[in-house]
């Protein structure tokens, strides 16, 4: 209920914040992340807008890129459905944190495509201590 009411801003139904928790905590733990490493880049990425299209084409609460698709998806998938997005942008994140061998920093400018670049991840690091790990 906690989270609930951190996310009361972002989504004002009940009913759908405890289910988008529920799918974050899902799938956050089907690839060992934490819910609150995802819920931070999901803030970053999209404001919890699941309509968000950025200005390269990235989709969704997680800013899926539609080439993956064809890499880890099927290419009628719907990105702007919340488990399909969140299914693909949690495995995309672990697959990043396996490349760097663990370096979070470096999996989170992979994953932003800022590899190199600490900005982006400093964002989401800020969001998880400021907004999802508890207060």
Request: proline share 3%; no cysteine.
């Given at each position: 209920m906690d989270?609930?009411?951190?996310?009361?801003?972002?989504?004002?139904?009940?009913?759908?914040r405890i289910k988008l928790l529920r799918q974050v905590h899902f799938e956050a733990n089907r690839v060992d992340l934490p819910p609150e490493l995802v819920l931070a880049v999901i803030e970053?990425?999209?404001?919890?807008?699941?309509?968000?299209?950025?200005?390269?084409?990235?989709r969704g609460l997680m800013q899926i890129m539609p080439f993956w698709l064809d890499e880890i998806g099927h290419p009628d998938d719907n990105l702007f459905d919340v488990s399909t997005n969140l299914r693909m942008g949690t495995t995309i994140l672990r697959h990043y944190l396996d490349i760097e061998n663990g370096d979070l920093t470096r999996a989170l400018a992979r994953y932003n495509g800022s590899l190199g670049q600490t900005w982006y991840p400093e964002r989401v690091f800020d969001a998880m201590e400021r907004r999802w790990y508890s207060q």
């Open positions: 989270m609930s009411h951190r996310l009361r801003s972002r989504i004002a139904d009940p009913q759908q970053v990425e999209s404001a919890f807008n699941r309509f968000a299209i950025s200005v390269v084409g990235a």
